[in-house]
């Protein structure tokens, strides 16, 4: 496992706010993670993610300073008309796995956050005119509870430790989806609250 923060600071640096659109679980959701996979996550080179902080990321957008307050309000207005023909839905958030770059809880079913990401990036695209690339250029919904801020040892052990763990995957309705201003410092991931959108308004 190697880390996740160097393979972006190419294309979003330490220390800059971009824009990204998430699902975000409720705190419930997000504290019970937390404490199940607590000693999981504390290990070396590893970045536990607190729960306050906790995201099922739907689109890493272009950088807050290169995105005019205009183009975002239209964006975020695309986005609502949208999604207000999308009925809230259930999204379960698997048993973490060990992948190359964190510990993800992969999300089902995809299809109905695949369509939340398609609605965020043609918004977007179509606003801005494609400046920005459209990350993740393919989507599959997930969490990650902890990253890897350097080269990590001992993955066959935390396997190992998931292979004992008795917990099961959790869900929870997603109802809406935000916008948010997002940053790292190299260790761990937060954001400024922009917009939310609801999802099924349409009557």
């Known amino acids: 496992m190697d ?29 019970a993670l937390f404490e199940s996979y607590k000693n999981l996550t504390l290990r070396e080179n590893m970045a536990p993610v607190q729960p306050e902080w906790y995201h099922v990321t739907l689109l890493h957008s272009g950088p807050v300073s290169e995105i005019t307050d205009d183009e ?4 975020t207005e695309q986005v609502r008309k949208q999604c207000a023909t999308i009925a809230p839905f259930d999204l379960t958030l ?21 369509r939340l990401w398609e609605i965020t990036a043609k918004a977007t695209a179509a606003v801005t005119g494609e400046r920005f690339p459209l990350i993740p250029p393919v989507y599959y919904p997930h969490a990650s509870i902890a990253y890897a801020t350097g080269p990590v040892p001992d993955r066959r ?45 349409a009557s």
């Open 3 to 31: 880390s996740f923060f160097n393979t972006v600071t190419h294309r979003w640096p330490e220390g800059r706010e971009d824009y990204h659109w998430h699902i975000l679980p409720p705190a419930g959701i997000r504290n």
């Open 157 to 201: 052990d935390m396997k190992a430790w998931l292979s004992d763990c008795p917990t099961q995957p959790v869900t929870f309705t997603a109802e809406n989806i935000s916008l948010v201003a997002q940053s790292h410092d190299g260790r761990e991931i937060t954001w400024r609250h922009v917009a939310s959108v609801p999802l099924g308004t």
């Open 94 to 114: 698997d048993r973490p796995s060990v992948g190359t770059v964190a510990l993800e809880c992969a999300g089902r079913p995809g299809e109905p956050a695949r």
């Open 72 to 75: 975002i309000a239209a964006i």
